[in-house]
């Protein structure tokens, strides 16, 4: 393991910058990203009220017997929102690496609303399918959906701020994501009680898949990683306060690489720090709109060749998530 400063970054101090202050900024931005694509965002204006009712409904929600949670289960494998229950999923194999299944439990929810004049059935049956809601706790659906448009909202607020470093106009993003195919996912790490398999992690070595990724890890936790540009695995510690923000393939393939979808993965650490102990997380990945065509912008080839042929969002993401299915 390898030690290193975490960035943190100020959005606030950046909405309210202009001129070449604003630039600077940017230009703080882009270094991050080319290096490791990771880093923690504070000032960001989420109301700490809206934090605080989503992380306790998971937190309740997680804490129903098992036969009440499974109420809300996929129906299917490969169906993409409800509940998932413990040792269902294998990130890794995203990657194509056979591992165990993950030591984790989720639960998943979609986009809120269907774009008026969508009819792409694959779209409507998989990004749009219908999240399977529980019953309980009081209260979830609502301070659900307050925390997920609210990471709505921050999401299109940093991807202003990713075309600022990219030296691109402000709004450059805008059309890519005025009806994105974001997914929430709240996670639950359980308490463990043996000792995990050979080779089994809380999560699976992993990119993800989108523009970004907005964090929520529990405070104090531990077992978040990264691979540092020193090709070592670096432990990733919570700030107080921020969220951390990773790019996904998606902006890696738009920036032709330039900026890192780094590689990360939740390991157990040794019983004696906490290796054993229930963990909990929210994860919003954002994503571009369904029909949304990923090309390598112009201004990260240098003249060299794209390395990556266009993609569209929604099919591309589709295809990752099958493969994770365990």
């Known amino acids: 393991m390898t030690s290193f400063s975490f960035p943190v970054f100020d959005l606030g101090a950046f909405e309210s910058s202009e001129g070449p202050a604003r630039a600077a900024l940017g230009a703080e931005v882009d270094r991050i990203c080319r290096e490791t694509g990771f880093l923690a965002i504070r000032n960001h204006g989420v109301p700490q009220a809206v934090i605080d009712g989503v992380w306790q409904a998971a937190r ?17 494998k490969g169906y993409p929102y409800g509940y998932l229950g413990p040792e269902l999923e294998a990130l890794a194999r995203s990657r194509d690496v056979d591992s165990p299944p993950d030591l984790k439990e989720s639960f998943n929810g979609g986009p809120l609303t269907v774009p008026e004049g969508m009819r792409d059935e694959k779209a409507l049956s998989f990004c749009y399918a219908p999240t399977i809601w529980p019953q309980a706790p009081d209260g979830f659906v609502a301070a659900w959906t307050a925390y997920y448009q609210a990471m709505e909202d921050l999401a299109a607020r940093i991807m202003r701020l990713f075309a600022v470093a990219l030296n691109l106009p402000e709004d450059y993003f805008a059309p890519f994501i005025n009806a994105p195919i974001s997914a929430l996912r709240a996670l639950n790490y359980p308490e463990q009680h043996v000792p995990p398999r050979e080779g089994q992690l809380r999560a699976g070595a992993h990119t993800d898949y989108g523009s970004l990724t907005i964090l929520l890890p529990q405070e104090g936790s531990r077992g978040l990683e990264i691979i540092t540009p020193d090709g070592q695995w670096t432990a990733v510690p919570p700030v107080r306060g921020a969220f951390v923000i990773n790019i996904g393939d998606l902006m890696a393939r738009w920036t032709n690489d330039r900026w890192v979808s780094t590689l990360h993965r939740v390991v157990n650490p040794p019983p004696q720090e906490g290796g ?15 029909p949304a065509e990923i090309r390598v912008l112009d201004a990260c080839t240098n003249g060299e060749p794209a390395k990556y042929p266009p993609v569209l969002s929604g099919p591309y993401l589709m295809s990752k998530f099958t493969a994770t299915a365990a």
């Open 276 to 290: 054993m102990d229930r963990r909990q997380s929210l994860a919003f990945f954002h994503q571009p709109n369904w």
């Open 60 to 76: 309740a929600f997680f804490d129903l017997p098992p036969e009440e949670k499974q109420a809300a289960r996929a129906p299917y």
